[in-house]
């Protein structure tokens, strides 16, 4: 079956990079943990990452993005260097604003972050935030069958993931939304994290299963997904509701084929190709009129 080919510019891409030029590009010997290797990227890549402007869009063109939806390289920053960038990064957007949207830049600390989101969201039309870190306390009877079943070594640890799951956050707010940006192996690991949680006292449990919350408050994208083999695993491991298309710019600069390919290969209804291409994150976003008014965090 055949849908023929994506037409120009109807993707909206999700949570692609980009860095404040003032972040320190840092050495090899740099011994913070914390800081992005952006001494390894090539210097015309680091170039289109500080690039909010006309040559990012120029490349949108070319990549087939009628819009993205831009997320500041994860740091570890104080709340008023979040503050700093964020502003900064809202002037740059303002002459493309029919192009590009952001997300806002959050510190670790969950008072300041809110009051960071609120005010990016309200005052500049931010629409959403991204957490480099979380801070969580969970009891020994958590923590023993975390240590005993998950490792930090999976290219796409869930222990983060666990951590806010555990703490019981998703019963005390049901309609928190979180995108994750690259899962890697993440979904692959579903069965994995069901045998862990099979060893937590249920007194130590959240109300709502961990199936019900990943079907329901979490969002992927297809950043990591590099064929169509992988694209179709990766659709039957979650809602089709719940991915959000991505190209992983600047860092790799795919353009629309695969998601050509895709639409070609009948594996999706057209409905369905809509929603992955552009579709699911105009809702998420906000990006269309809706009575539904959303605000996701990365």
Not at 134 to 142: F, N
Not at 183 to 209: E, F, M, Q, W
Not at 259 to 276: A, D, H, I, K, T
Request: charged letters at 20%.
């Amino acid at each position: 079956m055949s849908f023929g080919t994506v037409p120009s510019a109807t993707l909206i891409a999700c949570l692609e990079s980009y860095v404040n030029p003032a972040v320190p590009i840092g050495t090899s010997l740099s011994t913070d943990a914390t800081a992005p290797a952006l001494h390894i990227i090539p210097s015309a890549t680091l170039a289109k990452l500080k690039n909010v402007g006309p040559a990012r869009v120029k490349d949108m063109r070319g990549l087939g993005h009628a819009k993205q939806v831009v997320s500041h390289v994860p740091i570890a920053a104080s709340l008023a260097t979040c503050v700093r960038f964020n502003d900064a990064l809202h002037v740059a957007i303002h002459l493309n604003a029919e192009k590009i949207v952001a997300l806002a830049l959050l510190p670790a600390e969950g008072r300041d972050a809110v009051k960071e989101l609120q005010r990016c969201v309200t005052k500049m039309k931010f629409v959403g935030g991204v957490l480099a870190t979380y801070q969580s306390t969970l009891a020994d009877t958590v923590l023993a069958p975390l240590a005993s079943h998950v490792h930090t070594s999976h290219n796409a640890s869930p222990l983060l993931i666990l951590h806010l799951y555990l703490s019981s956050a998703f019963d005390r707010h049901p309609n928190l939304r979180l995108i994750l940006a690259h899962p890697g192996v993440l979904p692959s690991l579903l069965p994995r994290i069901d045998t862990l949680l099979a060893h937590i006292p249920a007194a130590d449990k959240p109300r709502r299963s961990f199936l019900d919350v990943w079907q329901h408050n979490f969002y992927l994208t297809t950043a990591d997904v590099l064929d169509i083999s992988t694209m179709r695993t990766f659709l039957e491991q979650i809602p089709i509701d719940r991915v959000l298309y991505a190209s992983n710019y600047p860092l790799e600069e795919r353009g629309k084929e695969l998601m050509e390919e895709l639409r070609n290969s009948g594996f999706l209804s057209p409905e369905e190709w809509q929603r992955v291409a552009s579709g699911n994150a105009e809702l998420l976003f906000g990006l269309k009129k809706s009575t539904v008014k959303t605000a996701g965090v990365k």
